[in-house]
C-alpha cells in the first residue's frame, strides 16, 4: 500500500461518516464539531482492519487521528512507508 | 452469514445450559427476593472459567471466540439477569484493559480477572451525570507520580463485591480512565436495594475521598478515557448486554410454552386458543429475530470490522426492546401466576426494562442509529449518482 492509498481509504472513510460531505484533507475533524467519541472508536477499527496495525496506548494522540492527512501520515509511520505526497 | 455452531461451540453452549439450568434457574427467584448473590455462586462461575472468558489464554483465560461469548451470555441470561450484569461489567474492564493497557498492565491484572481473583466494576454515572458522560463531576489529580481521585459513582453493577474498578473522571478539562482498587484508602461504597430489576446483582453507590492511585492504573491517555477506553468498554457491554437480553426472551419464552401447554382452560389446554398462539407467534419471532441480530454482531466483531460498533447498537436496542415485549407477553399468557413470584417471568420483566437504560439508553442508542441510518442513505445516493454518471459517459 502506498500514501496515495493511505489517503483515499481515509478520505472514503471519513467522507462516509460525514454524509458525503467533500472534506478537505488538511481540515481538523475534531476542532470543527464535525466527528464524535463513536467516531473516535470507529475510526480505531478502520485504521487497524484496513491498513492492519494495532493502535495502542502510546498511539492516542489527536495529531494521529485530526485530519484525512493525519491519519495517512501516522499509518504510514506505522507501516514504515515512506511518505512522498 | 453463517450462523451454524462449530462442534467446539455446540459443546460449549450445551454445557452453559445445564450449568445454567442445574445451578442457576432453581435459585434465581430467592437470590432476586433476597436482594444477594451468593459468593459461592461467583466462585462458581469463575471456577469453570467462564468470567475469564474473554481473557486470551496467553493470560490465563478461555480465549473464547465472540459466538462463544455470546452464548454463554444467553445462558447466564436466561438463568439471571443480575449474575449477567456481572458478567457483563467484568467483561468490560477486561476488554478495556486488554485494548488501552500497556503489557505490565495486563499482566498485572488479566491473569486474576480471569480466575475471578479480582472482580471487575464499571464506574461512570453519577448522581449528576447520566447519557451525557462528558460532564462527569469526579475529578483526578496527578501528584508525584500518583492520581488523587475525588467523587461519587452511582448504580454500580456488583459495587458491593468489585475488587477492581475501571473509573472515569477528568483531569484539567480532560477524560481519563483509572483503575481503582477497593483496597484503596478513601474508597467507600454503599449497598442499593429496593431496585425494580438487577435485584441481586449488588448495585452500590461508590465514593472516592482523596483516593490516591498509582500513576501507572491509567488506560489509555488524557483526553481519551470516555472516547477510546469508555468507547472500548461500552461496546463490549453491549454487545453482552444484547445477547443477555436474548436469554431473558428465551427464557420468557421457554416459561410460556410450558405453562400454555399444561394449563387447561374452556377444556382445551391454553396452546389450543388462538389468541394465545397469537402471542406465542410474536414472542417466537421476535426472539428469532433478537438471535439474528446478535449472530451479526458476533461475524462483524471476529472480523473486527468498524461496522461491529453500530450493528452492536441495534442489537442491543432491539434485543431489550424485544426481552421488555417478550417477558410482558409472557406475563399476559400465565396470568395471574405470572404476577407471583412463584414463577420467573415477573422478574423477567423487570430485569428487562433495566436493559433498555444501561449501557446507553435507547434513547442514545436511537440517536446513534438514526444518524447512521442517514449516513447509509446518503452514501448510497451518492454512489448510485455516480454510477449513473459514468454509464452515461
Known amino acids: 500500500m502506498n500514501f496515495e492509498e493511505l489517503i483515499s481509504k481515509s478520505h472514503a472513510f471519513v467522507t462516509q ?35 492492519g496495525f494495532a493502535v495502542a496506548n502510546e498511539d492516542l494522540d489527536y495529531d494521529n487521528f485530526r485530519s484525512i492527512n493525519a491519519i495517512a501520515d501516522f499509518a504510514a509511520r506505522k507501516l514504515g512507508l515512506t511518505v512522498n505526497a | 452469514m453463517d450462523i451454524q455452531l462449530s462442534e467446539k461451540q455446540q459443546s460449549a453452549q450445551d454445557e452453559f445450559r445445564d450449568f445454567v439450568d442445574r445451578k442457576i434457574m432453581p435459585f434465581a427467584n430467592d437470590h432476586d427476593k433476597q436482594e444477594t448473590m451468593p459468593a459461592t455462586l461467583i466462585q462458581e462461575v ?199 437480553c436474548l436469554g431473558l426472551a428465551q427464557g420468557g419464552l421457554n416459561a410460556s410454552l410450558a405453562y400454555a401447554g399444561k394449563r387447561k382452560q374452556f377444556g382445551v389446554y391454553l396452546n389450543e386458543h388462538q389468541l394465545i398462539q397469537a402471542l406465542l407467534t410474536d414472542m417466537i419471532t421476535q426472539a428469532q429475530a433478537t438471535r439474528m441480530l446478535c449472530y451479526r454482531a458476533a461475524a462483524l466483531k471476529e472480523q473486527a470490522d468498524p461496522s461491529v460498533i453500530m450493528e452492536t447498537a441495534m442489537a442491543k436496542y432491539f434485543a431489550s426492546q424485544a426481552a421488555v415485549k417478550i417477558s410482558t407477553d409472557a406475563i399476559q399468557i400465565h396470568g395471574a401466576n405470572g404476577c407471583s413470584d412463584k414463577y420467573p417471568v415477573q422478574r423477567y420483566l423487570r430485569d428487562s426494562k433495566i436493559m433498555e437504560i444501561i449501557e446507553g439508553s435507547n434513547q442514545m442508542q436511537q440517536i446513534m442509529i438514526a444518524k447512521h441510518g442517514y449516513q447509509s442513505h446518503v452514501m448510497n445516493e451518492r454512489r448510485q449518482a455516480e454510477r449513473a454518471k459514468r454509464e452515461t459517459k
Open chain 2, 46 to 244: 469463575a471456577d469453570k472459567g467462564y468470567l475469564g472468558g474473554l481473557v486470551p489464554e496467553q493470560y490465563g483465560g478461555n480465549g473464547m471466540d465472540s459466538v462463544t461469548w455470546g452464548l454463554l451470555c444467553e445462558e447466564i441470561g436466561r438463568g439471571s439477569a443480575s449474575l449477567m450484569s456481572l458478567f457483563t461489567v467484568h467483561s468490560m474492564v477486561i476488554q478495556a484493559i486488554l485494548k488501552w493497557g500497556d503489557e505490565s498492565s495486563r499482566e498485572r491484572w488479566l491473569p486474576r480477572l480471569a480466575t475471578g481473583e479480582i472482580i471487575g466494576g464499571f464506574a461512570l454515572t453519577e448522581p449528576n451525570v447520566g447519557s451525557d458522560a462528558t460532564a462527569i463531576e469526579t475529578n483526578a489529580t496527578l501528584d508525584e507520580g500518583q492520581w488523587c481521585v475525588n467523587g461519587q459513582k452511582c448504580w454500580i453493577s456488583f459495587g458491593q463485591v468489585a475488587s477492581l474498578f475501571l473509573v472515569f473522571a477528568q483531569t484539567e478539562g480532560k477524560s481519563i480512565a483509572l483503575l481503582v482498587e477497593r483496597e484503596c484508602d478513601g474508597f467507600s461504597s454503599e449497598p442499593i436495594s429496593g431496585m425494580l430489576g438487577f435485584r441481586s446483582a449488588m448495585l452500590a453507590n461508590i465514593k472516592f475521598d482523596h483516593c490516591k492511585i498509582p500513576e501507572s492504573n491509567l488506560l489509555g491517555r488524557p483526553g481519551f478515557g470516555f472516547s477510546h477506553v469508555g468507547g472500548t468498554a461500552l461496546d463490549q457491554g453491549r454487545y453482552s448486554i444484547a445477547w443477555g
Open chain 1, 17 to 51: 461518516y460525514l454524509n458525503g460531505a467533500d472534506v478537505d484533507l488538511d481540515i481538523d475533524l475534531f476542532a470543527t464539531g464535525m466527528v464524535n467519541s463513536l467516531f473516535a472508536m470507529q475510526l480505531v477499527l478502520f485504521v487497524e482492519k484496513e491498513f
